[in-house]
């Protein structure tokens, strides 16, 4: 009678191992380019944050090309289907030496900006 209450539990733990993992994004995903708005041409060392999000941020390449990486947050519950969010709006704030900074908003889905920066006076 043990026997087939430990086959019944294990039988009733494997069914249930079918345990979903769940993405949820922190912060959004963007990707862009930053440039002088005169001459058109590419802003290296440009600094890209996310604003109301400490620590988040990240710098444009010789080519004044920038990549944002989501924060993510992964969980694991019991659940019969996948589930995923989706990348959250919200504001970033683009600032270099010498310019003006400005603050650019992303929606939902794929953001590549080409940012053009006002050179200060």
């Given amino acids: 009678m043990k026997r087939w209450r430990y086959c019944a539990a294990l039988m009733t733990l494997t069914s249930l191992s079918g345990c979903i993992e769940i993405t949820t994004y922190?912060?959004?995903s963007a990707s862009?380019?930053?440039v002088d708005a005169q001459s058109q041409k590419a802003i290296e060392g440009a600094t890209i944050s996310v604003?109301?999000?400490a620590g988040l941020f990240t710098q444009t390449n010789a080519e004044g090309q920038f990549v944002l990486t989501p924060i993510t947050r992964k969980s694991h519950i019991f659940v019969l289907g996948p589930y995923g969010s989706l990348p959250p709006s919200g504001t970033l704030v683009v600032s270099a030496a010498g310019y003006a900074s400005r603050e650019i908003a992303l929606n939902e889905g794929v953001n590549s900006p080409v940012v053009a920066l006002q050179r200060l006076h």
């Fill in 32 to 34: 862009g380019t930053v």
């Fill in 51 to 53: 604003k109301d999000r």
């Fill in 26 to 28: 922190v912060s959004p």
